[in-house]
């Protein structure tokens, strides 16, 4: 009998989608028994996807609640609001579920439904669901039934002022919570496979704009995660930006520092993160790149002190992979016991 994990996945046809039956087609201990897509049920996933050609040999289904409860492992890879229409009925068969849109991110519903415009489906399954970044809450994730996958933004924004916000747990007054600044640029995969007039390559091509400044729906999920991360209330202004790149996030994150003058943020940062094998903090000075991060599962992180009173903090991911599909592998990865670089020990595509 194999020991492998059986997968399905709910809504292959967008670019999160396929850039997880890219890294699950190549995962040692995966097999990909099932993938749905009400539109294109009946064709082959390599017709859509030339890429996949040789090395997914799946044809899309309808959703069959059956087929997918047979699975271990179930990932959502769809709008906001469809997961948690299947997440009970999956739980019931014995699959986990990991849902990479919104629907578990947030624990209060009211919340949700304010920023998302529909009612939570199963708000008691909230409390059971785990907040999927691994580098801040691992052994919760080992044991979860429901993982809320963060979204791209929010990875990059906790990840870069983890280290800041726990000294200001364990030393309160040490940085200044109430005004933290998260400068953000993405590219424009992270707006989905869709005909939008704004992604049109007229529109974004040699064009720079932010977007979302009337409050934009990783926000609250961010505060949210950031306040745990501190121990208390965070006040955070996001400005997120659409770049002319297909892959990449580039967030700048702007910390300023009260009793901290002997602070040493190099080190805060080295000694964090060391051993994290997907956070890669960059030697003093340096200055990262999006495209070092391309089709990796890596967060590269360069931390500044301008000032004696502020740290600025540079943070790079691919929002496909550690944004998105990779973050939702590594998570599947510790679910099951394996290694949790297995599957993703992917070397950046340059140039």
Same mark, same amino acid.
């Given at each position: $009998?194999?020991?492998?994990? =059986?997968?399905?996945? &709910?809504?292959?046809?967008?670019? +999160? ?18 993938? #749905? ?40 890879? !769809?709008?906001?609001?469809?997961? $948690? ?6 739980? !019931?068969?014995?699959? =986990? ?15 949700? *439904?304010?920023?998302?415009? $529909? ?14 970044? /691994? *580098? ?35 030393? /309160? ?29 007229? *529109? ?17 999920? #961010?505060?949210?995660?950031? +306040? ?8 955070? #202004?996001?400005? /997120? ?48 790149? +999006?495209?070092?991060?391309?089709? !990796? ?14 740290? &600025? ?18 998570? $599947? ?7 949790? +670089? ?10």
């Amino acid at each position: $009998m194999s020991d492998k994990i =059986r997968v399905g996945i &709910v809504g292959g046809t967008g670019y +999160t989608g396929v850039e997880l039956l890219r890294l699950l087609s190549q995962h040692p201990q995966v097999d990909l028994a099932v993938i #749905t897509s009400r539109k294109e049920s009946g064709t082959p996933v390599d017709q859509i996807f030339g890429s996949l050609r040789r090395h997914v040999n799946l044809r899309f289904s309808d959703a069959d609640d059956a087929a997918l409860g047979a699975c271990d492992v179930v990932f959502f890879a !769809t709008p906001h609001g469809v997961a $948690m229409g299947q997440a009970r009925q999956l739980l !019931t068969a014995g699959a =986990r579920v990991i849902d990479l849109a919104a629907d578990f991110r947030l624990r209060d519903p009211a919340q949700f *439904e304010s920023w998302y415009k $529909m009612p939570h489906a199963c708000p008691d399954l909230l409390a059971q669901a785990v907040y999927g970044l /691994p *580098e801040l809450g691992r052994e919760a994730v080992r044991s979860a039934r429901i993982i809320g996958l963060p979204g791209c933004y929010p990875t990059s924004i906790q990840l870069g002022l983890a280290p800041l916000l726990e000294l200001e747990r364990s030393r /309160p007054a040490s940085i200044d919570c109430d005004s933290i600044i998260a400068d953000c640029k993405s590219g424009v995969s992270g707006a989905g496979r869709k005909a939008d007039l704004d992604l049109l390559s007229a *529109e974004v091509s040699e064009n720079f704009r932010a977007y979302g400044l009337g409050g934009h729906r990783h926000h609250p999920e #961010t505060v949210q995660q950031l +306040t745990v991360l501190a121990g208390r209330k965070v006040g955070l #202004t996001f400005i /997120p930006h659409l770049v002319p790149m297909i892959r990449g996030i580039f967030s700048t994150l702007y910390v300023r520092l009260r009793s901290a003058a002997a602070l040493d943020l190099q080190g805060l940062y080295e000694k964090r993160y060391a051993g994290e094998p997907f956070v890669d903090v960059l030697p003093a000075g340096s200055a990262p790149e +999006t495209r070092s991060v391309r089709g !990796t599962n890596t967060v590269r992180i360069a931390v500044h002190r301008p000032a004696a009173d502020l740290a &600025v903090v540079l943070v790079v991911e691919d929002n496909l992979v550690k944004g998105a599909a990779g973050q939702a592998v590594q998570c $599947m990865n510790l679910l099951f016991g394996r290694p949790e +670089t297995e599957g993703l020990a992917h070397v950046a595509v340059v140039p």
